[in-house]
């Protein structure tokens, strides 16, 4: 296993066009993450699975904002209705335990237009 | 609430010289864990090092070194004769049991560090 993969590494869309992001974690990881990076800050948490199980959602998460972890493998986050505020890069994280170091993929960079 | 600061945003160093990034903390909790990550220009978060707060002891791998003191709250990162290719941002983060009993990991704002050659 080569790490955590996210695709696509860049999108850009048009305001109010719906947008999905897939994470592929490391296999043997069961904690997944979903962080929020806008330009000079550090990632924020939006929400994170355990298996299947969304445990936890920000109030960054806005009702336009949906992940899923459907069997406890990838996780998808749609974004629906994107605005400009929504531009920033998502990363994923997965982790085997909550007393161990998270690893982060590439990022998905959005840019709404 | 949890809170990490880095208060230096940027800083520039000739290459060779030793840089050393703070970061002071703060949680209510006993049990918590420490970490830096590397940022570089591509976007990957680099996972750097992990210290529990039971764990005191400095560490030193090649020319990284961290300092971790509790009674300042501090746990700062130190690049001994630093080179080009540490020019990256730097986030210094927290997670202890009241940010989702250590699930959520909260991030400073990061220290960009440009080594000039």
């Known amino acids: 296993d080569t790490g955590v993969s996210q695709d696509p590494r860049h999108k850009i869309t048009k305001r109010g066009q719906n947008v999905t992001f897939r994470c592929d974690p490391i296999?043997?990881?069961?904690?997944l993450y979903w962080y929020r990076q806008t330009l000079g800050q550090g990632p924020e948490f939006l929400t994170y699975?355990?298996?299947?199980?969304?445990?936890?959602k920000s109030r960054l998460l806005s009702d336009r904002f949906s992940a899923e972890r459907p069997k406890g493998s990838f996780s998808t986050l749609e974004i629906q209705r994107t605005e400009q505020g929504d531009s920033a890069m998502y990363l994923c994280?997965?982790?085997?335990?909550?007393?161990?170091?998270?690893?982060f993929g590439q990022g998905t960079r959005l840019t709404v237009v | 609430a949890q809170k990490v600061t880095q208060a230096q945003t940027e800083i520039s160093v000739v290459e060779k010289e030793d840089v050393t990034l703070d970061c002071v903390y703060e949680t209510r909790d006993t049990t918590y864990y420490l970490f830096w990550y590397k940022q570089p220009p591509s976007g990957e978060l680099v996972f750097l090092i992990r210290r529990n707060s039971f764990d005191e002891q400095n560490e030193i791998s090649g020319r990284y070194s961290w300092n971790f003191q509790k009674s300042t709250s501090s746990f700062n990162f130190t690049i001994t004769a630093s080179q080009v290719v540490d020019s990256a941002v730097y986030f210094c983060?927290?997670?202890?049991?009241?940010?989702?009993?250590?699930?959520?990991?909260?991030f400073g704002i990061g220290t960009k560090l440009q080594v000039i050659p």
């Open positions: 699975f355990q298996n299947e199980a969304q445990l936890e």
């Open positions: 296999s043997e990881h069961n904690r």
């Open positions: 994280a997965s982790r085997a335990a909550v007393d161990t170091e998270a690893f």
């Open positions: 983060a927290l997670s202890d049991r009241f940010s989702g009993g250590y699930q959520k990991v909260t």
